[in-house]
């Protein structure tokens, strides 16, 4: 493909711009959201695009919200420093376009807030003004059906005129493949099709009645390859992105992602497990050269979770420490060494583990790592290491994903010295 086209098809999906016992899916989506929280922005408490270097950037924190909220998680309760995440979702550019309004409203509206309210501008005026005599908004298919998106999650009914226009102007849009395509393209793609599908079944179309996601489902079937993954055509290499989103528009036709008809290589979920290294981070050959990281992985959290767009979060929400933690010391805080200091650990039950190479020991201001014996579980000290009387002990964790974690407590030296 040129390079101008994919730039243009990626455009699109990104708002598409908008950017601008557990099952193993159970195990995936909890590796993935642990990455989520390593790397979140400790001041801001938002995200960047996941490329070296690259600033916090309020599109890449909204799609960092929406896939947090799709794990049942809180983005209150997501702060490594001084930011938090629901803050960041709800910060709106200074100049906001409607781009940045569509994506905070289906994300306000995720973490469980009302985006007429908890957003600075009102999207659904904004919308309305925004929709043309045929019922397109901003001109783009792709817009529109992140419209309706923001429309539902700012409460307008699927009857509402808006919504039905909307609507009317998808299905014109569709081609004779059942798929659809970005406004800059001549041919169908996956994940302007998946979006145009989650958009109609939130208006509350299902297959069994509407002929248009019939074919469109027709058209999924077809792109689907035998590793279980996407490309972002038929007959294009796999990739996490227009897998994640394919996966996201079956679930939002009723249907399973790995059952059925949707069986080939596994499903898509497990491609997209498969995809995943051990620290949780998709892996180089899941991406596309002008994929964002962040936005495949929240995605990929997305799909795990099959929470397709636009969603709020069922039930109550859970508090997942994701970083590593102490659970058994000995001796106990202000106990006299005996033997060995012996320390306990684990990561969350989904986490990606505790990384014994990052696992660092000091005591009395010491590192004394390279005398101790080191697992993903525990770490045990021998007495002969360990100076008599009162010490500090200082227990650095890192699990695999990048979440840190620091102890300290004071113990007593063996008796009689080294």
């Known amino acids: 493909m040129a390079r101008g086209r994919r730039s243009c098809i990626v455009a699109a999906a990104v708002v598409g711009l908008l950017v601008a016992a557990p099952t193993a899916h159970a195990d995936s989506l909890g590796t993935s959201v642990d990455y989520l929280a390593a790397t979140q922005d400790r001041s801001s408490g938002g995200y960047s695009s996941g490329r070296p270097g690259a600033a916090v950037n309020h599109a890449y924190s909204s799609w960092a919200g929406m896939a947090v909220a799709a794990a049942q998680e809180s983005?209150?309760?997501?702060?490594?420093?001084?930011?938090v995440l629901s803050e960041a979702l709800a910060r709106l550019p200074a100049e906001p376009r409607l781009s940045d309004l569509l994506r905070s409203a289906v994300a306000v509206r995720a973490a469980g807030a009302d985006p007429r309210t908890a957003l600075v501008v009102d999207p659904?005026?904004?919308?309305?003004?925004?929709?043309?005599?045929?019922?397109?908004?901003?001109?783009?298919?792709?817009?529109?059906?992140?419209?309706?998106?923001?429309?539902?999650?700012?409460g307008v009914g699927s009857r509402d005129p808006a919504l039905v226009a909307a609507s009317a102007a998808i299905r014109r849009a569709q081609r004779r493949d059942g798929g659809w395509v970005a406004s800059c393209q001549r041919r169908s793609d996956v994940i302007t099709t998946a979006t145009a599908i989650q958009a109609l079944a939130a208006t509350g179309a299902r297959p069994g009645g509407d002929a248009h996601l019939r074919r469109a489902r027709t058209y999924l079937q077809r792109a689907h390859r035998r590793d279980g993954g996407f490309g972002l055509r038929r007959g294009r290499r796999s990739r996490a992105v227009p897998t994640a989103w394919a996966a996201l528009a079956i679930t939002s036709l009723g249907e399973r992602p790995g059952a059925g008809?949707?069986?080939?290589g596994g499903g898509p979920l497990r491609y997209l497990a498969r995809s995943l290294s051990a620290a949780g981070s998709l892996r180089a050959a899941a991406l596309a050269e002008s994929d964002?990281?962040?936005?495949?992985?929240?995605?990929?959290?997305?799909a795990l979770a099959r929470r397709p767009?636009?969603?709020v979060s069922r039930g109550r929400r859970r508090l997942v420490e994701h970083r590593p933690r102490v659970i058994a010391r000995q001796p106990a805080p202000g106990g006299r060494v005996a033997a060995a200091v012996i320390v306990q650990y684990r990561d969350n039950?989904?986490?990606?583990?505790?990384?014994?190479?990052?696992?660092?020991?000091?005591?009395g201001g010491r590192d004394l790592t390279s005398f101790a014996r080191v697992?993903?579980?525990?770490?045990?000290?021998?007495?002969?290491?360990i100076p008599p009387g009162k010490q500090r002990v200082r227990l650095d964790l890192v699990d695999r994903s990048g979440n840190r974690s620091r102890s300290f407590w004071m113990v007593l030296g063996p008796r009689g010295g080294r």
């Open 292 to 302: 964002p990281p962040l936005l495949a992985q929240a995605l990929t959290t997305m």
């Open 375 to 385: 697992t993903p579980f525990s770490v045990q000290l021998p007495e002969r290491f």
């Open 124 to 154: 659904v005026p904004a919308i309305r003004e925004a929709q043309a005599a045929d019922g397109l908004i901003g001109g783009s298919l792709s817009v529109t059906a992140w419209s309706v998106f923001a429309l539902r999650a700012g």
């Open 261 to 264: 008809r949707w069986t080939s």
């Open 75 to 83: 983005p209150r309760r997501w702060s490594p420093g001084r930011g």
């Open 309 to 311: 767009l636009p969603f």
């Open 349 to 363: 039950a989904l986490g990606a583990g505790v990384n014994p190479s990052r696992v660092r020991l000091r005591i």
